[in-house]
């Protein structure tokens, strides 16, 4: 029977990134740009980095895994897994996380793509799947990798970063509210064409197109009876960069007649950038990432309303609002986001570079992937054109591998390939 009255948002939220990381500091010690522009200028101190054996499926999850480790996955009807770092053009890479995970059959698994908006389309779709059968729940990850050309204006943006939410009714963290603002308006800010491993972008036209964006939805948010932005409490922006999000936030303060000094914008964000500016964009991840540090920030949120902005370039934006839930605070999980962010292994600039340089063959070779991610899972190799994924550390094994592919654990072990 289908359920307005039901109140559904989010049970469970956390992420995980990579394991290693190029701080900004070692960056400018080699580009020669000024560290001040990148710390102030975009507001970012480091940057997420794959190893050579971790993907969008690697860091997926891993995320995944500790929201089903608390939860089961009896009840988990459907898993969303948005992307724009896709590894396939026809097949989901929630279904490798599905393998990996062991879970149950009876889910019907998707990916879902709109640039850094794809999770948040997730869960509005989550939300109506819930509204009709509040036993079910929905299981949202959101997985990207932010990669520029070297030497372009972006690369100081990249980043890396995977979410994983629940959806269920009777949510433990944030009830959804209704009603939200949309707003679509076609435009090449950014893309990623299918043959490339990075995206193009036309980095002053996406900051106005984000800001245009932002106009729109919280102008369709309003009109359609959304709170002020004085009885909303935090808002949490998409953050390509942090400072992204002080633009944001001024300009909306600004066109709403409310006072807008730097000052007071940096205080009222602070406390949803901690972990972006050191992980960079993780695109449609980065909002989730930004509720995160919100929510384990020690501001007290019990019955507030927070915003939400979703941007997605070329573009759709919305702007939502959800009201934390009394006695959240008993369902965080902030010492495991610190660990995922203080645990990595920094890189010199020539290892970052090489990295980025590195791709999996494309002529269907194999290819066995350096081991090198102490994380639960890796991308082990390549055969046949097919990625091989498997368990890591002790557990793993030729008994213990999950996916159906990464059971043939000869590749990786055969030597050839190598490095990354
Ligand atoms: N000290 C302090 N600040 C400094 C500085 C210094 N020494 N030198 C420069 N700055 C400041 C500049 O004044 C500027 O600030 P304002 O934007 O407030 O004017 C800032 O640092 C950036 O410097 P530039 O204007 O010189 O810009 P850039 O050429 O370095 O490019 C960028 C910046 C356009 C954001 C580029 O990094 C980029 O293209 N990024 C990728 C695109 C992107 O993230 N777009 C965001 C909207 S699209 C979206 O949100 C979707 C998505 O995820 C991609």
Redesign the pocket.
Known sequence: MPSDSVPVGIHDLTFRTTSLQLTHAELAGHTGV?L??YH???GQKAMSIPAPDEDVVTMAADAAAAVVGRHGADRIRTLVFATETSIDQAKAGGLYVHSLLGLPPHIRVVELKQ??YGATAALQFATALVHRDPDQQVLVLASDI?R?DLDS??E??QGAAAAAFLVTARPALLEIDTPSGVFTREVM??WRPNYRTT?L?D??A??D??LHALTGAFGDYRRRGGATLRDIHTICY?Q??T??AH?AHHHLLQQAGLPAGPQDIAAALAPTTTYNELLG?S?TA?LYVALAALLDSGTPLDGETVGLFS???GSVAEFLTATVRPGYRDHLRTEAHHAAVTDRRPVGYAAYRDLHGSGLPTDGSRYATAASTPGPYRLAGIRDHRRLYETNGPAAGPTAATTGTATDRGVPGEGEGGGG
Do not use: E, L
């Open positions: 000024p001040a522009k102030r200028g975009i640039a850094c932010a520029y204006p972006g100081p943006t800010d950014f995206a972008v980095g002053r996406s900051i197109a984000y998409h390509p960069f400072r992204m633009k964009n695109y980065s941007y997605g370039s």
